[in-house]
């Protein structure tokens, strides 16, 4: 048998590694982080122990890759989602809501990753989480940024506080004050993205924009139709 292409065996370590980190997303969602072990993540995965050391330093890195994986895949799924469209604040609207998104659809897995952020770890700087800046820092600029490179850092710890808001073990915050307060920092239209209930909550500012794309006016929403 003739040895395997160079392509070969990066390809097969590519599809080795993802399984690692869907392993990951799948058994701390289920059980935790704590009563989940490295053995338990090789074993869900396929692979040997010892190679899920040699693609991560650890467990915290490698559930920070994971959930990076996750959020770059659910960001990228709903920027291309039907009806696909080139417009900016449409964009900024998905990246926001796909984000907020994973705080109900993965509770104990985001809860656990903003806990890992704030320990001595820091935040993993690691392929998945390259890409995932990569792909909002291009969000930010095609909304109108003139200076992604500051704007989308901005944006990235906002989202991370009204993650961790919504998360908050004994005092969590609604999702639709806090969505409607990111949206009005972005001169978003609450009707954008994927709207929780369909209206602003009461008291909240509606932007209304115009055709071309800019912000005309604030006008409070219908009272009659606020949650």
């Excluded at 909304?143 to 808001?165: E, I, K």
């Excluded at 609450?190 to 800019?214: F, H, I, K, N, Q």
């Amino acid at each position: 048998m003739s040895p395997r292409s160079p392509s070969v065996n990066q390809e097969l370590r590519r599809r080795s590694r993802e399984r690692i980190l869907q392993a990951t997303v799948d058994l701390v969602g289920e059980r935790g982080y704590e009563a989940t072990t490295l053995g338990d993540i090789a074993a869900r995965a396929g692979s040997a122990r010892g190679l899920v050391s040699y693609y991560f330093p650890g467990k915290r890195q490698l559930l920070q890759s994971a959930v990076h994986r996750l959020m770059h895949r659910t960001l990228a799924a709903a920027l291309e989602r039907e009806p696909r469209t080139e417009d900016g604040p449409e964009l900024l609207a998905r990246a926001i809501d796909a984000v907020l998104g994973l705080a109900g659809d993965h509770p104990v897995l985001m809860r656990t990753h903003m806990a890992g952020i704030l320990q001595a770890e820091g935040f993993v700087r690691c392929p998945e989480q390259q890409r995932l800046a990569a792909l909002l820092r291009d969000t930010v600029a095609r909304a109108g940024s003139a200076d992604p490179d500051t704007d989308y850092p901005l944006l990235r710890a906002q989202l991370m506080g009204t993650v961790f808001a919504l998360l908050l073990p004994g005092a969590p915050m609604p999702l639709a004050p806090l969505r409607a307060e990111l949206f009005q920092r972005y001169g978003l239209a609450w009707e954008r993205g994927m709207p929780p209930d369909g209206a602003p909550p009461g008291g909240m500012s509606l932007m209304v924009r115009t055709a071309s794309g800019d912000a005309a006016a604030r006008v409070a929403p219908d009272q009659s139709s606020s949650p």
